[in-house]
């Protein structure tokens, strides 16, 4: 049984799964970098470690750091979070030679996963539909013309150690087949050192939507139904929900079956992902699969009302899942927006810095996955993700509504962020009628990048100006208002009182 587990990550996704640790009883342990000393997941933990210099791979990269410190504070388990070392075949070895448990699945599983061949040709196996195209690496040229013409143009030239885009490459001439190899082959080699590409067929402006699947150590696999991620932006995803607005009860259950198919033929264990890219006519083809815990796991586990961090852990002790997949059903709708410190007008580039200000938004409905405070400074080093705003709602309409309802109270002052952003995703006629897919934002960025009316932001700081005027009147003993007894917040909260401030 699990007693202690070391948290392999920083930021929101450290504190969420030490929230899991605590409800369970389990002590946890966080790692960090000197640039995180004053971090939240530092001070949420039991106890923490310094693993190095700020850059991640002189810390949260690092294997033989990790271990030591699991080592040192006789942690049972270690967690990986997303990113990092979570989908690292070589870590996920070391931690059982160390005899310590991994919460994820085995080399085997992330390796075969992780080589995009590999998975295509493992799927081909298990009968799960993947895109037309080559389960060989593209040897001669010759033979890939031949191919090509087969399949027909457009095509996709892909990496296989790649995956998330990098590397790919759209031929929609035969004449360009040649810049398209050598181009993809080369961007490959030097960022993964594996130059084998493959080719695929183009699906047009497809969805991106996902599986969540759950495994155990006894032969049970589940899957906790989709999560639509189409909503992307230079393959970063900016929002998702679920259930997918394009999807059919129908669809939905031969997907299902087949990623747990996928699953099982990787003799998965644990929490993983299953991605396909989906047509207009709900043509779905395997993508790849996240062999890890995912950002946006929390819509799934609002709609599903599973807490997957609790289930891993559960999975790694070896219990069997006690979820049946008879009885699992998707209850209500939920969105998930990503709150990055960047800035939207000058091309999404990193704004990290001090946060002067947060007030976070709370209300029915409204889960915030954060962790920075008032007084603290985001690094430079890491992803600039300030947290996951997850709304709830019975239908997909309220739960829009109720994201509006939540960005509005959102406040962040410091650091530019894509609040502004996502809220006007929010009122593309598109978005809300559930008629969108990968070409979303591109196909909107005139309306999406048009600024944010200033009175309303102005109203905002003065009105956070005002209050922080008003906190400083009262902590000096001065009223600056006439409340003829009445309750000073009473007061305060109307605007003829303000008025008179
Ligand atoms: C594709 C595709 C169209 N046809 N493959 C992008 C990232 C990587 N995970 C795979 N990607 C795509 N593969 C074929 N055969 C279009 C994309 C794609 C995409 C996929 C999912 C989400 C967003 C995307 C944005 C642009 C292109």
């Given at each position: 049984?699990?007693?202690?587990?070391?948290?392999?990550?920083?930021?929101?996704?450290?504190?969420?799964?030490?929230?899991?640790?605590?409800?369970?009883?389990?002590?946890?342990?966080?790692?960090?970098?000197?640039?995180?000393?004053?971090?939240?997941?530092?001070?949420?933990?039991?106890?923490?470690?310094?693993?190095?210099?700020?850059?991640?791979?002189?810390?949260?990269?690092?294997?033989?750091?990790?271990?030591?410190?699991?080592?040192?504070?006789?942690?049972?388990?270690?967690?990986?979070?997303?990113?990092?070392?979570?989908?690292?075949?070589?870590?996920?070895?070391?931690?059982?030679?160390?005899?310590?448990?991994?919460?994820?699945?085995?080399?085997?599983?992330?390796?075969?996963?992780?080589?995009?061949?590999?998975?295509?040709?493992?799927?081909?196996?298990?009968?799960?539909?993947?895109?037309?195209?080559?389960?060989?690496?593209?040897?001669?040229?010759?033979?890939?013309?031949?191919?090509?013409?087969?399949?027909?143009?457009?095509?996709?030239?892909?990496?296989?150690?790649?995956?998330?885009g990098?590397?790919?490459?759209?031929?929609?001439?035969?004449?360009?087949?040649?810049?398209?190899?050598?181009?993809?082959?080369?961007?490959?080699?030097?960022?993964?050192?594996?130059?084998?590409?493959?080719?695929?067929?183009?699906?047009?402006s497809?969805?991106?939507?996902?599986?969540?699947?759950?495994?155990?150590?006894?032969?049970?696999?589940?899957?906790?139904?989709?999560?639509?991620c189409s909503v992307q932006r230079r393959h970063q995803k900016v929002i998702e929900?679920?259930?997918?607005?394009?999807?059919?009860?129908?669809?939905?259950?031969?997907?299902?079956?087949?990623?747990?198919?996928?699953?099982?033929?990787?003799?998965?264990?644990?929490?993983?992902?299953?991605?396909?890219?989906?047509?207009?006519?709900?043509?779905?083809?395997?993508?790849?699969?996240?062999?890890?815990?995912?950002?946006?796991?929390?819509?799934?586990?609002?709609?599903?009302?599973?807490?997957?961090?609790?289930?891993?852990?559960?999975?790694?002790?070896?219990?069997?899942?006690?979820?049946?997949?008879?009885?699992?059903?998707?209850?209500?709708?939920?969105i998930e927006c990503r709150i990055y410190a960047e800035d939207p007008e000058n091309n999404f580039m990193p704004n990290p810095g001090?946060?002067?200000?947060?007030?976070?938004?709370?209300?029915?409905?409204?889960?915030?996955?954060?962790?920075?405070?008032?007084?603290?400074?985001?690094?430079?080093?890491?992803?600039p993700l300030i947290?996951?705003l997850?709304?709830?709602?019975?239908?997909?309409?309220?739960?829009i509504?109720?994201m509006k309802?939540?960005l509005y109270?959102y406040k962040i002052i410091?650091v530019k962020t894509s609040i502004p952003f996502l809220n006007r995703i929010m009122d593309v006629p598109s978005f809300r009628q559930?008629r969108y897919n990968t070409h979303f934002i591109q196909d909107n960025e005139e309306f999406l990048l048009n600024e944010e009316k200033p009175s309303q932001k102005l109203k905002d700081i003065?009105?956070?100006?005002?209050?922080?005027?008003?906190?400083?009147?009262?902590?000096?003993?001065?009223?600056?208002?006439?409340?003829?007894?009445?309750?000073?917040?009473?007061?305060?909260?109307?605007?003829?009182?303000?008025?008179?401030?």
């Amino acid at each position: 049984m699990i007693k202690k587990v070391l948290v392999a990550n920083r930021g929101e996704i450290a504190i969420r799964v030490m929230r899991s640790c605590r409800e369970m009883g389990i002590q946890s342990v966080a790692v960090f970098s000197e640039a995180d000393r004053t971090s939240m997941h530092v001070r949420y933990a039991d106890e923490a470690y310094c693993i190095g210099p700020a850059p991640s791979n002189e810390s949260y990269l690092v294997i033989d750091k990790i271990i030591e410190a699991a080592k040192e504070s006789k942690a049972d388990a270690i967690h990986p979070g997303y990113g990092f070392l979570s989908e690292n075949a070589e870590f996920s070895d070391r931690c059982k030679k160390e005899g310590i448990l991994f919460i994820g699945p085995s080399s085997y599983a992330i390796k075969t996963m992780g080589d995009k061949i590999t998975a295509r040709k493992t799927m081909q196996h298990a009968n799960v539909p993947v895109v037309p195209g080559t389960t060989e690496p593209i040897k001669d040229l010759d033979k890939a013309v031949q191919v090509i013409r087969k399949i027909g143009l457009p095509v996709m030239i892909k990496a296989s150690a790649g995956g998330g885009g990098k590397g790919m490459r759209l031929v929609a001439k035969e004449e360009d087949i040649l810049a398209a190899v050598s181009s993809s082959k080369s961007e490959a080699k030097a960022a993964f050192g594996d130059d084998s590409v493959y080719i695929e067929k183009y699906i047009n402006s497809p969805h991106h939507i996902e599986f969540q699947i759950l495994a155990d150590n006894h032969g049970n696999c589940i899957h906790l139904f989709e999560r639509e991620c189409s909503v992307q932006r230079r393959h970063q995803k900016v929002i998702e929900e679920t259930p997918s607005p394009i999807m059919t009860p129908e669809v939905r259950e031969e997907m299902g079956k087949h990623a747990v198919a996928a699953a099982k033929a990787v003799n998965y264990s644990g929490a993983g992902t299953i991605e396909f890219i989906v047509d207009d006519n709900l043509n779905y083809y395997f993508l790849e699969m996240n062999t890890r815990l995912q950002v946006e796991h929390p819509i799934t586990e609002r709609v599903v009302q599973v807490d997957l961090v609790k289930e891993q852990i559960k999975i790694v002790n070896n219990e069997p899942l006690n979820l049946k997949q008879e009885d699992l059903s998707q209850n209500g709708h939920a969105i998930e927006c990503r709150i990055y410190a960047e800035d939207p007008e000058n091309n999404f580039m990193p704004n990290p810095g001090l946060i002067k200000h947060i007030t976070e938004p709370l209300g029915l409905g409204v889960r915030h996955d954060g962790y920075v405070y008032k007084g603290y400074e985001i690094p430079m080093y890491y992803d600039p993700l300030i947290s996951k705003l997850i709304v709830w709602a019975p239908t997909r309409e309220e739960t829009i509504d109720r994201m509006k309802r939540a960005l509005y109270a959102y406040k962040i002052i410091g650091v530019k962020t894509s609040i502004p952003f996502l809220n006007r995703i929010m009122d593309v006629p598109s978005f809300r009628q559930g008629r969108y897919n990968t070409h979303f934002i591109q196909d909107n960025e005139e309306f999406l990048l048009n600024e944010e009316k200033p009175s309303q932001k102005l109203k905002d700081i003065a009105s956070i100006a005002a209050f922080f005027s008003y906190l400083k009147k009262i902590e000096k003993h001065q009223s600056p208002v006439n409340l003829n007894g009445a309750s000073k917040w009473k007061v305060f909260g109307r605007k003829k009182s303000l008025e008179r401030l």
